[in-house]
């Protein structure tokens, strides 16, 4: 009989072993005999030194003590404290040399998750290859391999996973023992049977540190007891992976193979054309484009006449100006071809935009190829037989404005009154064409009619001649008719104007007088005023006008055509709507045709025919759904695009608009001035004149930089001559200036010679980077680059497109359609979003953007209801200005003048903030928010914002001149000159007053610069002259001040650069004519839509 | 109904038809086998499947062939398109106005979902709520209400494909009810030319109006059969466990437990109470239609398809091959 210690496997085992240990310390470290009910969780620990005496002594203290005796391999234990006796039918017994090594393990419910795990195997089993194999299936190459041996020589296999796998736990604890596999917590020593815990932990492990030793625990309690340290190694150590394949060894030789590879043609981005081959006929389609362009703008247009197998063809460029806008995309659309881009690394090589030469060759191989050495230009053309070389040995080209001068079209008043002249006064003249032409123009195609006004003819000379007999009635007749034309042109020309019966009118007087194509766009005009179902006579005279033709054959070939003209675009949809007006509509199949060709906002037509000819069909067919197709359509291709120049406005409108300020007989010299590249000039040498009163002084690097700054000025505006006077001081001078402005003339004079020739922008770079190069000494050049980076004529492009590339980080989600729009900016602006400020203010433009183009008003409304409440989310004011003019965008565009009443104030206030770090945003969401609101008929909500925004006091001066500067700006966009003016006037004392830091004041003279360029050429002049008369107030301490003063030549280039450009202030002329435009189009469309739906 | 004994007869011999109607749907797929097995088996099982995938992945024509190889009556196959926009009445049916008038709420569901056999609900995480709501007790009790009354549906098998699964919690109901859902990718690249020529007699067979696959070898009334016989024997010993001891072998038991386990606790892969028990039965079927006896450890492949999120299905189906030595 043995007294013993009675466990039940729970957690009160806790207690009675601290008890047991605080009465006898000793016990711990005695040899134990442990025996193990196996139906159960209990175990009994029996011990020598655990007596009667012991047990007496410790009975008192309530340990579960009682008496163990064996019968019949039946384990009886009887409970000191009395009780029935309790019988082990099944047990266990075993021996532990201490008392925490005789505690028997508690089972863990469920699968718990440990630190590290230990799977042990015998090495000669399977059981480790297979465990291997799928750790390496799992991914678990950071797994350990442990190898033991034990006492008798058998050697054990380990693998140490931490964050074990539960599955090849569960697989190990479910297998058949052949793996046993123990878990531990932590680092701690003590590794313990998994699914297992032990019931004292913290003495076991303290036991094992105290012998530097670790041990695995079995589950039943067994110790294996191992040194504390493990030689491991990484799994891969322990794998000798397999692979049962032949092999094959191969080794590389010298070889001479070549093969024939075919050269193509092959799809590629679409680029700005750079060249056109033109037939004669071809050349005179330019004519509408010629009509519209600046002087500057025909500057950049060259013509070259060349012969070959294909007979005459003129080789049209375009000399590409870094900063200036290309003129490619309208030459296209005025062709309807597609023209020629310059293929990158060959200087002299064009291939058909938007296709590229594939597979890609050494620029060695393609110069072999095509012969580009012995050729000035090649061009790679296409057509159905494949690529065409076409090698132009040499070109003689000449600025398209020499082929122009034949005739002054902004002069037609005065043409006209010669004409009327002439049939009363000088009834003896004559036209008498030189006979030598200085350059042979085309003759015009026999199909087209050919007014006297637009033929392309070198000048005329008037000679008399033998009087002849005139007809009075017939010339009276004409004068009345032309007087006529003026006083309903002046009606129409305010913009607006929606009366049908005004604009027919003026269409049968033009139609009178022969002039086909404006009498075709009053009566597009007429007839969309007038609304469906459109009037036959009237849709039968834009057909007549148009020359289109409404049988079913023309009808048929113009619509499955692959490409149209804007001339047979036209014809096509105003012979539909004929046809549609006259009740005999085209059949539904070719209707089917027709009716996407006039949904595409890129159809090169007006917007109004477009309208016509698909409100005309559905109106006739009464389908609801295909009008608000159509309405969605015309009206997305409008937000996106708005209107065009070319396209929507009429030819005369636009003379007119260049005519800003002329009367019948008498002009004012600010309109004459404007409009005139002369009056450019006249303003330019003003102003040089006043910047070189006082004399400019030899040797002086300040004086040769104006100069140099000027004559780019006059470069520019064709005065080349005047240009080289202006620079000749500076080339003789060149070698006594310091090397780093030496660096900075040699960059102006480039930038002479390349406004002359019209390089791209590659060229211009490569030009810049060799001449800043040839500064060898680093900081030299520093100080070049320093003026060169700042400069807006020295910069290269890529400088400028790297800022540009900034924008438009935001991508919509993958398969979002205009539907779920609004989610997605519900979603980004909500307050839980974790994404940055201007992610969130691009995101709704994008959203806002989107939904316009899709033309629906009930989508944009959604979105703009989704993103307005989260506006206040965006932190960063700057951004949240941006996100705000996006929603005015688009409150504008649908009516919403409440929301647009909110934003704008919401506008205000963060222009008020404290807390607006930067009025950059802030200035361009007021450009974006006054744009649309001029574009969607709100001039009163943007004369309120302008005033509202000329009341606020911005953080920082230079923010405040920015924002006046917008201010004065808009209110000149509006035709608020006046109050522009006082703004512009407080604006430049501001700056030019003694106030402001240096670097504030230049930037305020610079957006003052830009600002001015929406003012008439005279304002500008005088506005400038204060400029140049306080020049040297635009000091700086910068380091390359040594050398040079920044701000002076920044301003100074701004001012010339102003004076040089006529491009602004025609557009804004145009582009009011266009909003007012825009604004009558959507009320129509709506209207229109209204009454075919009943809405 | 039928009863155990009238099915026992003829159970292999449906049991053979399925497995050839399964490989004769399989000629007019390239690599499309896996989805073809566990539409045939959800049809078996009367479980929903859910196929997730890009468009032009032969989603749609793979329901389309399968529910016309089943020769259904007119009237017994429903196929809708679902939007944000789509009402309750374009998938239940209209409200009957004349009923109306009289102050009753009934709906004309002929031709419409719960008057249909089978049913393909496409872009089913786009529907709004209201629809959203009526399919999870249509899918969960197989009924639908009427005028407040609990009104039994025909549906027996229903599909769903989905683009994506969207990240939202009001849309985990709906997907937690579609206990497999298999991720369709595009094969173009591995099986070029025979996608090309697949595609072009496809094509060919739509022009001409022939449709050979209608030909199937098994009809609906097999699979109906098949899926009473199952539920029949599952009820066979009229004691806990007794289907389990005979038919899912303890080692391959505990695989199964070992393997949703790891999912739940590794890749927090939810398997709800309701989903692992039907997910049994579907193994269990699986087991008994591919070789007619007890579930092997290849039936566990099941587990690859009951990743929840868009996320997780690649995962978890990489996992389970992994853990069942199939290869990552």
Redesign the interface.
């Given at each position: 009989m043995r007294f013993c210690l009675l466990l039940t496997g729970t957690a009160s085992d806790g207690a009675t072993l601290a008890v047991l240990l605080e009465a006898a310390p000793f016990l711990a470290e005695r040899t134990w005999s442990v025996m193990l009910d196996m139906s159960g969780p209990a175990s009994a620990l029996a011990c020598e030194g655990l007596d009667a005496v012991l047990a007496d002594r410790l009975m008192p203290r309530g340990l579960p003590l009682a008496t163990a005796s064996e019968q019949d391999e039946t384990l009886v234990l009887a409970p000191l404290r009395g009780g029935a006796p309790m019988r082990w039918n099944w047990w266990k017994g075993r021996t532990a040399p201490r008392l925490v090594e005789a505690l028997r393990l508690r089972r863990l419910p469920g699968?718990p998750?440990v630190d590290e795990a230990l799977f042990v195997m015998r090495s000669e089993t399977e059981a480790p290859r297979l465990l291997l194999?799928?750790l390496l299936?799992?991914?678990r190459s950071d797994a350990q391999v442990v190898s033991f041996v034990d006492e008798a020589g058998a050697g054990s296999f380990a693998v140490k996973v931490k964050a074990p796998?539960?599955?090849l736990m569960?697989?190990a604890r479910?297998g058949g023992g052949e793996v046993a596999v123990y878990g531990r917590h932590g680092t701690s020593s003590l590794w313990v049977a998994w699914s297992f815990e032990h019931p004292a932990p913290g003495p076991a492990a303290a036991s094992l540190a105290r012998m530097n030793q670790a041990a695995l625990v079995d589950r039943e309690g067994n110790w294996l007891r191992t040194p504390a340290e493990w030689r491991v190694r990484a799994i891969h150590d322990a794998v000798a992976p397999e692979l049962e394949a032949p092999r094959v060894v191969m080794r590389s030789v010298e070889s001479e193979v070549r093969f024939r590879v075919a050269i193509r043609l092959a799809p590629a981005a679409i680029t700005d054309p750079d060249l056109w081959l033109l037939s004669p006929e071809q050349l005179l389609e330019l004519e509408p484009l010629i009509e519209v362009s600046t002087a500057d703008e025909l500057s950049r247009l060259t013509v070259a006449r060349l012969t070959g197998g294909d007979g005459t063809v003129y080789l049209l460029r375009e000399r590409v100006r870094p900063g200036t806008p290309r003129m490619a995309g309208r030459v296209s659309d005025t062709l309807g071809v597609p023209g020629y881009s310059q293929v990158a690394g060959a200087d002299n090589l064009y291939v058909p935009t938007g296709r590229r030469l594939m597979p890609v060759l050494r620029r060695d191989d393609l110069r072999a190829l095509l012969g580009l050495e012995r050729a000035h230009t090649v061009v790679l053309t296409e057509d159905r037989d494949g690529p065409r070389v076409v090698t132009i040995a040499e070109v003689d080209e000449q600025p398209l404005q020499r082929w122009i001068d034949y005739v002054a079209t902004d002069r037609r008043l005065e043409l006209d009154k010669l004409l009327e002249r002439s049939v009363f006064e000088f009834p003896e003249v004559t036209i008498e064409w030189p006979k030598e032409a200085r350059q042979p123009a085309p003759k015009r195609p026999s199909t087209r009619e050919a007014p006297v006004k637009r033929a392309p003819a070198p000048k005329p000379v008037v000679v008399e001649e033998a009087a002849r007999g005139i007809d009075v009635d017939a010339a009276a007749h004409l004068r009345a008719l032309r007087e006529q034309v003026r006083a309903l042109e002046k009606r129409v020309i305010a913009g607006g104007c929606d009366e049908p019966e005004v604009w027919q009118e003026l269409g049968e007087v033009k139609a009178e007088l022969g002039d086909g194509d404006e009498a075709a766009d009053c009566f597009e005009m007429a007839l969309l005023h007038a609304g469906p179902p459109y009037d036959a006579g009237l849709a039968g005279r834009l057909m007549a006008a148009s020359r289109g033709d409404d049988s079913e054959d023309s009808l048929m070939e113009w619509v499955v055509a692959s490409r149209r003209t804007p001339a047979e675009a036209s014809r096509l949809g105003a012979s539909l709507v004929a046809r549609v007006a006259a009740q005999r509509p085209p059949a539904d199949e070719l209707m089917q045709l027709a009716l996407p060709i006039f949904a595409d906002p890129r159809l090169p037509v007006s917007r109004r025919l477009a309208w016509a000819v698909l409100a005309g069909w559905h109106h006739h067919a009464r389908d609801r759904l295909g009008i608000t197709r159509a309405k969605e359509a015309i009206l997305g291709g409008i937000n996106e695009r708005g209107l065009s120049e070319l396209h929507d406005l009429p030819r005369f409108v636009r003379h007119a608009l260049a005519r800003e300020g002329e009367d019948a007989n008498e002009e004012s010299a600010e309109a004459r001035g404007d409009r005139l590249q002369q009056g450019q000039l006249i303003a330019l040498e003003a102003m040089w004149h006043e910047a070189s009163q006082a004399g400019l002084p030899e040797m002086d690097a300040p004086a040769a930089f104006m100069r140099l700054i000027f004559a780019v000025g006059f470069a520019r505006l064709g005065a080349r001559g005047l240009a080289q006077e202006l620079i000749a001081p500076v080339e003789l001078e060149l070698d006594v200036h310091e090397i780093p402005n030496r660096a900075l003339f040699r960059l102006y004079m480039a930038r002479l010679a390349h406004e002359s020739s019209g390089g791209s922008p590659e060229v211009w770079a490569a030009e810049v980077g060799r001449i800043v190069e040839s500064v060898r000494d680093a900081r030299l050049q520093q100080a070049v680059l320093w003026l060169q980076k700042r400069s807006m004529w020295l910069r290269t492009t890529n400088e400028e497109e790297s800022a540009a590339s900034k924008g438009a980080r935001y991508k919509l989600p993958q398969?979002v359609d205009v539907?779920g729009l609004a989610e997605v900016v519900a979603r980004e602006v909500s307050i839980g979003t974790r994404t940055f400020d201007y992610l969130i203010a691009e995101a709704v433009d994008v959203c806002v953007r989107r939904a316009l183009a899709s033309g629906s008003d009930a989508v944009v409304a959604e979105v703009l209801a989704s993103a307005e409440p989260g506006l206040g989310n965006i932190q960063i004011l700057s951004h949240r200005a941006e996100a705000v003019a996006a929603c005015i965008h688009g409150a504008a565009s649908v009516g919403d003048d409440a929301m647009v009443g909110r934003l704008l104030e919401t506008l205000v206030n963060i222009a008020r903030s404290e807390k607006l770090g930067s009025a950059r945003e802030l200035v361009r969401a007021t450009q974006r928010g006054l744009g649309a609101l001029r574009r969607f008929g709100g001039l009163e909500p943007a004369r309120g914002l302008l005033e509202a925004l000329s009341r606020v006091h911005a953080y920082t001066s230079s923010d405040q001149i920015l924002l006046s500067a917008t201010v004065a700006t808009g209110f000149v966009q509006i035709g608020e000159e006046r109050v522009a003016d006082e703004v512009l006037d407080t604006l430049c004392a501001q700056v030019l007053a003694g106030s402001l830091d240096y670097v504030t004041r230049a930037q305020g003279g610079l957006a003052v610069a830009q600002a001015l360029r929406h003012w008439p050429n005279m304002t500008r002049v005088e506005r400038f002259r204060r400029f140049i008369a306080a020049l040297a107030v635009f000091r700086d301490t910068f380091t390359a001040s040594r050398y040079y003063d920044t701000h002076k030549i920044l301003i100074l280039e701004a001012i010339v650069d102003s004076l040089a450009d006529s491009r602004t202030r025609h557009s804004d002329r145009v582009q009011g004519f266009l909003d007012q435009e825009e604004h009558a189009l959507r009320r129509r469309i709506v209207t229109d839509w209204s009454a075919v739906c009943g809405r | 109904m039928w009863t155990l004994e009238e099915l026992e007869p003829e159970i292999d011999d449906i049991r053979a038809r399925i497995q050839q109607h399964r490989r004769g749907l399989k000629e007019y797929f390239v690599a499309r086998d896996e989805e073809i097995d566990l539409a045939i088996l959800c049809a078996v099982a009367q479980e929903p499947l859910l196929l997730v995938g890009p468009p032009g992945t032969a989603k749609s024509d793979l329901v389309v062939k399968l529910t016309e190889s089943l020769g259904l009556g007119a009237g017994d196959y429903f196929e809708y398109m679902l939007t944000k926009f789509t009402e309750p009445s374009e998938i239940l049916g209209p409200i009957d106005i004349a009923v109306l008038k009289e102050g009753r709420y009934l709906r004309r569901t002929r031709g419409m979902l719960p008057d249909c056999r089978v049913a393909f609900l496409d872009e089913i995480f786009k529907s709004n709520s209201a629809i959203l709501n009526t399919l999870l007790t249509i899918l969960n009790e197989r009924k639908f209400y009427q005028d407040g009354q609990p009104t039994p549906v025909r549906l027996v098998m229903l599909f769903a494909a989905t683009n994506d699964i969207p990240d939202q919690s009001e849309l985990e109901a709906m997907a937690d009810r579609f206990i497999l859902k298999i991720e369709t990718k595009p094969v173009k690249d591995r099986h070029f030319e025979e996608l090309i020529d697949a595609g072009v007699m496809n094509e060919s067979y739509r022009a001409s109006g022939h449709k050979p696959w209608t030909r199937g070898a098994a009809s609906l009334d097999d699979f109906l059969k098949l899926k009473r016989f199952m539920d029949l024997s599952f009820g066979m010993g009229r004691e806990p466990g007794r289907d389990r001891a005979q038919w899912f072998p303890r080692p391959v038991f505990a695989e199964m437990r070992r393997i949703v386990r790891a999912l739940e606790t590794e890749d927090k892969v939810m398997v709800s109470d309701r989903k692992l028990v039907k997910l049994y039965k579907v193994i269990r079927t699986q087991a008994f239609l591919n070789h007619g006896g007890a579930v092997q450890t290849s039936d566990l492949n099941l587990l690859a398809y009951v990743g929840n999120r868009r996320d997780e299905i690649p995962v978890v189906a990489s996992k389970v091959k992994a853990l069942l030595g199939l290869g990552g």
């Amino acid at each position: 009989m043995r007294f013993c210690l009675l466990l039940t496997g729970t957690a009160s085992d806790g207690a009675t072993l601290a008890v047991l240990l605080e009465a006898a310390p000793f016990l711990a470290e005695r040899t134990w005999s442990v025996m193990l009910d196996m139906s159960g969780p209990a175990s009994a620990l029996a011990c020598e030194g655990l007596d009667a005496v012991l047990a007496d002594r410790l009975m008192p203290r309530g340990l579960p003590l009682a008496t163990a005796s064996e019968q019949d391999e039946t384990l009886v234990l009887a409970p000191l404290r009395g009780g029935a006796p309790m019988r082990w039918n099944w047990w266990k017994g075993r021996t532990a040399p201490r008392l925490v090594e005789a505690l028997r393990l508690r089972r863990l419910p469920g699968e718990p998750l440990v630190d590290e795990a230990l799977f042990v195997m015998r090495s000669e089993t399977e059981a480790p290859r297979l465990l291997l194999e799928r750790l390496l299936l799992l991914g678990r190459s950071d797994a350990q391999v442990v190898s033991f041996v034990d006492e008798a020589g058998a050697g054990s296999f380990a693998v140490k996973v931490k964050a074990p796998p539960i599955y090849l736990m569960m697989a190990a604890r479910d297998g058949g023992g052949e793996v046993a596999v123990y878990g531990r917590h932590g680092t701690s020593s003590l590794w313990v049977a998994w699914s297992f815990e032990h019931p004292a932990p913290g003495p076991a492990a303290a036991s094992l540190a105290r012998m530097n030793q670790a041990a695995l625990v079995d589950r039943e309690g067994n110790w294996l007891r191992t040194p504390a340290e493990w030689r491991v190694r990484a799994i891969h150590d322990a794998v000798a992976p397999e692979l049962e394949a032949p092999r094959v060894v191969m080794r590389s030789v010298e070889s001479e193979v070549r093969f024939r590879v075919a050269i193509r043609l092959a799809p590629a981005a679409i680029t700005d054309p750079d060249l056109w081959l033109l037939s004669p006929e071809q050349l005179l389609e330019l004519e509408p484009l010629i009509e519209v362009s600046t002087a500057d703008e025909l500057s950049r247009l060259t013509v070259a006449r060349l012969t070959g197998g294909d007979g005459t063809v003129y080789l049209l460029r375009e000399r590409v100006r870094p900063g200036t806008p290309r003129m490619a995309g309208r030459v296209s659309d005025t062709l309807g071809v597609p023209g020629y881009s310059q293929v990158a690394g060959a200087d002299n090589l064009y291939v058909p935009t938007g296709r590229r030469l594939m597979p890609v060759l050494r620029r060695d191989d393609l110069r072999a190829l095509l012969g580009l050495e012995r050729a000035h230009t090649v061009v790679l053309t296409e057509d159905r037989d494949g690529p065409r070389v076409v090698t132009i040995a040499e070109v003689d080209e000449q600025p398209l404005q020499r082929w122009i001068d034949y005739v002054a079209t902004d002069r037609r008043l005065e043409l006209d009154k010669l004409l009327e002249r002439s049939v009363f006064e000088f009834p003896e003249v004559t036209i008498e064409w030189p006979k030598e032409a200085r350059q042979p123009a085309p003759k015009r195609p026999s199909t087209r009619e050919a007014p006297v006004k637009r033929a392309p003819a070198p000048k005329p000379v008037v000679v008399e001649e033998a009087a002849r007999g005139i007809d009075v009635d017939a010339a009276a007749h004409l004068r009345a008719l032309r007087e006529q034309v003026r006083a309903l042109e002046k009606r129409v020309i305010a913009g607006g104007c929606d009366e049908p019966e005004v604009w027919q009118e003026l269409g049968e007087v033009k139609a009178e007088l022969g002039d086909g194509d404006e009498a075709a766009d009053c009566f597009e005009m007429a007839l969309l005023h007038a609304g469906p179902p459109y009037d036959a006579g009237l849709a039968g005279r834009l057909m007549a006008a148009s020359r289109g033709d409404d049988s079913e054959d023309s009808l048929m070939e113009w619509v499955v055509a692959s490409r149209r003209t804007p001339a047979e675009a036209s014809r096509l949809g105003a012979s539909l709507v004929a046809r549609v007006a006259a009740q005999r509509p085209p059949a539904d199949e070719l209707m089917q045709l027709a009716l996407p060709i006039f949904a595409d906002p890129r159809l090169p037509v007006s917007r109004r025919l477009a309208w016509a000819v698909l409100a005309g069909w559905h109106h006739h067919a009464r389908d609801r759904l295909g009008i608000t197709r159509a309405k969605e359509a015309i009206l997305g291709g409008i937000n996106e695009r708005g209107l065009s120049e070319l396209h929507d406005l009429p030819r005369f409108v636009r003379h007119a608009l260049a005519r800003e300020g002329e009367d019948a007989n008498e002009e004012s010299a600010e309109a004459r001035g404007d409009r005139l590249q002369q009056g450019q000039l006249i303003a330019l040498e003003a102003m040089w004149h006043e910047a070189s009163q006082a004399g400019l002084p030899e040797m002086d690097a300040p004086a040769a930089f104006m100069r140099l700054i000027f004559a780019v000025g006059f470069a520019r505006l064709g005065a080349r001559g005047l240009a080289q006077e202006l620079i000749a001081p500076v080339e003789l001078e060149l070698d006594v200036h310091e090397i780093p402005n030496r660096a900075l003339f040699r960059l102006y004079m480039a930038r002479l010679a390349h406004e002359s020739s019209g390089g791209s922008p590659e060229v211009w770079a490569a030009e810049v980077g060799r001449i800043v190069e040839s500064v060898r000494d680093a900081r030299l050049q520093q100080a070049v680059l320093w003026l060169q980076k700042r400069s807006m004529w020295l910069r290269t492009t890529n400088e400028e497109e790297s800022a540009a590339s900034k924008g438009a980080r935001y991508k919509l989600p993958q398969g979002v359609d205009v539907g779920g729009l609004a989610e997605v900016v519900a979603r980004e602006v909500s307050i839980g979003t974790r994404t940055f400020d201007y992610l969130i203010a691009e995101a709704v433009d994008v959203c806002v953007r989107r939904a316009l183009a899709s033309g629906s008003d009930a989508v944009v409304a959604e979105v703009l209801a989704s993103a307005e409440p989260g506006l206040g989310n965006i932190q960063i004011l700057s951004h949240r200005a941006e996100a705000v003019a996006a929603c005015i965008h688009g409150a504008a565009s649908v009516g919403d003048d409440a929301m647009v009443g909110r934003l704008l104030e919401t506008l205000v206030n963060i222009a008020r903030s404290e807390k607006l770090g930067s009025a950059r945003e802030l200035v361009r969401a007021t450009q974006r928010g006054l744009g649309a609101l001029r574009r969607f008929g709100g001039l009163e909500p943007a004369r309120g914002l302008l005033e509202a925004l000329s009341r606020v006091h911005a953080y920082t001066s230079s923010d405040q001149i920015l924002l006046s500067a917008t201010v004065a700006t808009g209110f000149v966009q509006i035709g608020e000159e006046r109050v522009a003016d006082e703004v512009l006037d407080t604006l430049c004392a501001q700056v030019l007053a003694g106030s402001l830091d240096y670097v504030t004041r230049a930037q305020g003279g610079l957006a003052v610069a830009q600002a001015l360029r929406h003012w008439p050429n005279m304002t500008r002049v005088e506005r400038f002259r204060r400029f140049i008369a306080a020049l040297a107030v635009f000091r700086d301490t910068f380091t390359a001040s040594r050398y040079y003063d920044t701000h002076k030549i920044l301003i100074l280039e701004a001012i010339v650069d102003s004076l040089a450009d006529s491009r602004t202030r025609h557009s804004d002329r145009v582009q009011g004519f266009l909003d007012q435009e825009e604004h009558a189009l959507r009320r129509r469309i709506v209207t229109d839509w209204s009454a075919v739906c009943g809405r | 109904m039928w009863t155990l004994e009238e099915l026992e007869p003829e159970i292999d011999d449906i049991r053979a038809r399925i497995q050839q109607h399964r490989r004769g749907l399989k000629e007019y797929f390239v690599a499309r086998d896996e989805e073809i097995d566990l539409a045939i088996l959800c049809a078996v099982a009367q479980e929903p499947l859910l196929l997730v995938g890009p468009p032009g992945t032969a989603k749609s024509d793979l329901v389309v062939k399968l529910t016309e190889s089943l020769g259904l009556g007119a009237g017994d196959y429903f196929e809708y398109m679902l939007t944000k926009f789509t009402e309750p009445s374009e998938i239940l049916g209209p409200i009957d106005i004349a009923v109306l008038k009289e102050g009753r709420y009934l709906r004309r569901t002929r031709g419409m979902l719960p008057d249909c056999r089978v049913a393909f609900l496409d872009e089913i995480f786009k529907s709004n709520s209201a629809i959203l709501n009526t399919l999870l007790t249509i899918l969960n009790e197989r009924k639908f209400y009427q005028d407040g009354q609990p009104t039994p549906v025909r549906l027996v098998m229903l599909f769903a494909a989905t683009n994506d699964i969207p990240d939202q919690s009001e849309l985990e109901a709906m997907a937690d009810r579609f206990i497999l859902k298999i991720e369709t990718k595009p094969v173009k690249d591995r099986h070029f030319e025979e996608l090309i020529d697949a595609g072009v007699m496809n094509e060919s067979y739509r022009a001409s109006g022939h449709k050979p696959w209608t030909r199937g070898a098994a009809s609906l009334d097999d699979f109906l059969k098949l899926k009473r016989f199952m539920d029949l024997s599952f009820g066979m010993g009229r004691e806990p466990g007794r289907d389990r001891a005979q038919w899912f072998p303890r080692p391959v038991f505990a695989e199964m437990r070992r393997i949703v386990r790891a999912l739940e606790t590794e890749d927090k892969v939810m398997v709800s109470d309701r989903k692992l028990v039907k997910l049994y039965k579907v193994i269990r079927t699986q087991a008994f239609l591919n070789h007619g006896g007890a579930v092997q450890t290849s039936d566990l492949n099941l587990l690859a398809y009951v990743g929840n999120r868009r996320d997780e299905i690649p995962v978890v189906a990489s996992k389970v091959k992994a853990l069942l030595g199939l290869g990552g």
